[in-house]
Structure formats: structure tokens, C-alpha cells
């Protein structure tokens, strides 16, 4: 991505932002193309001044002003942080941003039983996904939890699965078992560790490649043949020990966010 070049001029930027549970993404467009993007802690007590402070230094590190901005799109997992989110746009750029949410047009049509449940950035996803296939697709998406999402080849959100994250799952296990260090998420070197940390580190890697290997088998066999594509933080990291993902996109959520707001300007 040539971001430098990209952004030189003045011209107009859409901004997107993906609220995790435990990290923001934010994303930068000049029309189709996401011309820069960056990531950083989510913190459910921030205020929106906080909010503001923080976007705009990170805006500034590519020479955007608030000025250059000309919408905005938002998808939150984190009640709180939405109204906050809606005070920061309206104090320092006097308008109202686009919050996804129940009643925003995405084109999808919501086969669950209760559509007001789908969190936003699932659905975000799901949108993003079947732009990009037009065709049948699951989304398996590596956050706080692991999702998957399921679209149908006439691009209905059929409804999805929910398993806890690596992230939470290295966490009880430290957390239970004592003598059982932290470790920081990386791809094995081999297969069968040599000590505490390797081992760890295999099981967590190749336990969720296999998670998710089984369950996309077993969508397939009920969906037929569907594109599986990978996003979130974590994907890269397992995506290598899989044989079931299709594309690997980590920058999904944004572009769904893109997508969502031009359908609804």
C-alpha cells in the first residue's frame, strides 16, 4: 500500500472505525481504496475528547485533519463507547456519524431469529465478504471471539457460530494453572514442543487450526461449496496451519464499513 503517496493531496477521506473488545481499527479511504489504517487498546472508559485526542494524532501522522474528513462510519462491540463516539463527532465535526446498527441499510438480509442480536462488525464482515465473492461465503473472523459467519450464495446472512478467542483461552489457562507461563502468540517452530512455552504455543496455534478446519468442514457439508475467508488480528498467525481458508483479509471489517456507508449516504 502506497499510504504516503496515496494521501499527499488534500482531498477528501471516509473514516471507518472497527470498535473491538480489545483492540480500534481504523481505517482511512479515498473513494474504494483504504490509503491508511491503524490500530490501538481499546479503553471502555474513554471519553470522547479522549477519543477525539487519540484519532487525531494518529490522523496527523499522515498529515489528515479533521478538516480532510468528510464521513464517517462506525461499528462497536462496546456499548458505552458508542454514545461517546457519537459526542466526539458531533463536538469536533459538527455532524451526526454513521453507527451501525439495527435500521442501518446494508443490502443483507438478516435470516435470524432475532436480527437486533447480529453484533455489528459480524454483520459488517458478512457484507465485505460477499462483495468481494458474490457467492456463498463464511467469514471467519480471529477477535476477542472466533465467529463465523455464514452468507448464502444470494447474499443472506444465515446466522453464525461464536467460540472463545485464543486470546481468552491463553488467558484461563494461565489463569488456572499455575505453573503455566504467558506466552506472546507466534507460529511453532515444530509440532512437538521441547519446553513449557513451546508447547503451549503448539497447542494453542495448531488447536485452533484444527477448530477451525473441522468447523468449516462441517459447514460445507451443510452449506456446500462456500469461500472461506479469514480476518481479524489473530488470522495471520493461524491461517499458515489451516488447509480449510480460502483468502485471508485482515482489513474486511473496514472495507464492510466502507460499503455499509455508501449504502446508506
Keep these: 500500500?502506497?499510504?504516503?503517496?496515496?494521501?499527499?493531496?488534500?482531498?477528501?477521506?471516509?473514516?471507518?472505525?472497527d470498535v473491538g473488545n480489545t483492540q480500534t481499527h481504523i481505517g482511512a479511504f479515498d473513494g474504494a481504496e483504504l490509503v491508511e489504517?491503524?490500530?490501538f487498546a481499546t479503553e471502555r472508559e474513554a471519553t470522547g475528547d479522549q477519543l477525539a485526542a487519540t484519532i487525531h494524532d494518529l490522523l496527523a501522522l499522515r498529515g489528515i485533519g479533521f478538516d480532510r474528513i468528510d464521513g464517517e462510519a462506525v461499528s462497536s462491540v462496546v456499548p458505552p463507547?458508542?454514545?461517546?463516539?457519537?459526542?466526539?463527532?458531533?463536538?469536533?465535526?459538527?455532524?451526526?456519524?454513521?453507527?451501525?446498527?439495527?435500521?442501518?441499510?446494508?443490502?443483507?438480509?438478516i435470516l435470524m431469529d432475532n436480527p437486533r442480536e447480529l453484533g455489528a462488525d459480524r454483520l459488517v464482515n458478512a457484507v465485505a465478504g460477499y462483495d468481494r465473492v458474490r457467492d456463498a461465503c463464511v467469514i471467519v473472523d480471529f477477535g476477542t471471539a472466533i465467529t463465523y459467519d455464514a452468507v448464502s450464495a444470494a447474499g443472506e446472512y444465515l446466522g453464525g457460530i461464536i467460540s472463545p478467542g485464543i486470546e481468552i483461552s491463553l488467558e484461563a489457562l494461565t489463569s488456572r494453572a499455575a505453573k503455566l507461563p504467558r506466552i506472546d502468540i507466534g507460529a511453532p517452530r515444530m509440532l512437538i514442543g521441547k519446553t513449557t512455552e513451546a508447547s503451549i504455543?503448539?497447542?494453542?496455534?495448531?488447536?485452533?487450526?484444527?477448530?477451525?478446519?473441522?468447523?468449516?468442514?462441517?459447514?460445507?457439508?451443510?452449506?456446500g461449496d462456500v469461500t472461506t475467508i479469514a480476518t481479524g488480528g489473530l488470522a495471520s498467525v493461524i491461517v499458515d496451519f489451516t488447509e480449510s481458508i480460502d483468502v485471508v483479509d485482515e482489513l474486511l471489517t473496514l472495507k464492510?464499513?466502507?460499503?455499509?456507508?455508501?449504502r446508506n449516504r
Aim: glycine share 8%; hydrophobic share 45%.
Design 201 to 223: 504455543q503448539s497447542g494453542v496455534v495448531h488447536g485452533f487450526a484444527a477448530q477451525v478446519d473441522g468447523i468449516c468442514a462441517r459447514l460445507r457439508a451443510e452449506l
Design 1 to 17: 500500500m502506497s499510504s504516503e503517496s496515496a494521501i499527499s493531496d488534500n482531498r477528501a477521506v471516509l473514516l471507518t472505525i
Design 256 to 262: 464492510g464499513l466502507r460499503l455499509v456507508y455508501e
Design 81 to 109: 463507547l458508542v454514545s461517546e463516539y457519537r459526542q466526539m463527532f458531533a463536538r469536533y465535526l459538527e455532524r451526526e456519524a454513521l453507527i451501525v446498527g439495527p435500521g442501518t441499510k446494508t443490502g443483507m438480509p
Design 37 to 39: 489504517h491503524w490500530r
